[in-house]
């Protein structure tokens, strides 16, 4: 399974980002997919999830109401689609993938791209 990230930049406080994570492999609906993200100096965190069925989709709470997750299986791709963006949003963002659903772990991951957000 190999997972391309893209999408990231640099944009001002209150503006949206959407970032895209290409699936090779395996469909993106036969595995969960999630985004995380990892500020300098600080621990990788939890952003969003899409489970297989694409019925369950679980968020951080800092990203709740600002953050989507979704698919597109024609494509192949999972997007996040990030508004109302803050400073504290600015991080690397990673897409990963579990092969065996939320019982699993996140063993595929993509490169990550970058995410400032200026204030």
């Known amino acids: 399974v190999q997972l391309q990230a893209s999408g990231g930049g640099l944009v001002q406080a209150g503006g949206s980002l959407r970032l895209s994570c290409a699936v090779s492999g395996r469909t993106v609906s036969s595995i969960a997919m999630g985004w995380f993200r990892q500020a300098p100096g600080k621990e990788r965190k939890f952003v969003a999830a899409i489970h297989w069925s694409g019925g369950h989709t679980p968020y951080g709470d800092s990203v709740k109401g600002r953050f989507t997750i979704s698919r597109d299986s024609a494509k192949n791709t999972v997007f996040l689609q990030m508004n109302s963006l803050q400073p504290e949003d600015t991080a690397a963002y990673y897409c990963?993938?579990?092969?065996?659903?939320?019982?699993?772990?996140?063993?595929?991951w993509g490169q990550g791209t970058q995410v400032t957000v200026s204030s």
């Open positions: 990963a993938a579990n092969l065996f659903g939320w019982s699993g772990s996140y063993d595929y």
